[in-house]
């Protein structure tokens, strides 16, 4: 099996920066994507930003310019460099990898806390 843990969360102020890890580790075949995706209280799980394994990235617009998505292909890990942060980030963040043979795979998830 595979596990996914990250790493990285807090409480900041707004206009701070933090960084998210998540280090993939098991059995692992490939990943074919990594990526971030955030819920904030009452509302539905969404997309923040994936990277393929060819390096591609996709961004929610309301991080682009603020967020950055970096991918360790020789660690399997991926981060989440997020500068400029609003209240409005606040939520838990989760790591996904779709993963050769073992399909996509979530991690446990992530306090993020921006205080205005």
């Known amino acids: 099996q595979v596990q996914l843990v990250e790493s990285g969360g807090g409480l900041v102020q707004a206009g701070g920066s933090l960084r998210l890890s998540c280090a993939a580790s098991?059995?692992?075949?490939?990943?074919?994507?990594m990526g971030w995706y955030r819920q904030a209280p009452g509302k539905q799980r969404e997309l923040v930003a994936t990277?393929?394994?060819?390096?591609?990235?996709n961004y929610e617009d309301s991080v682009k310019g603020r967020f950055t998505i970096s991918r360790d292909y020789v660690a399997n890990t991926v981060y989440l460099q997020m500068n400029s942060l609003k209240p409005e980030d606040t939520a838990v963040y989760y790591c996904n990898a779709d993963l050769t043979r073992w399909g996509y795979r979530w991690g446990q998830g992530t306090q993020v806390t921006v205080s205005s």
């Open positions: 098991g059995r692992i075949f490939g990943i074919n994507a």
């Open positions: 990277m393929t394994s060819g390096s591609s990235t």
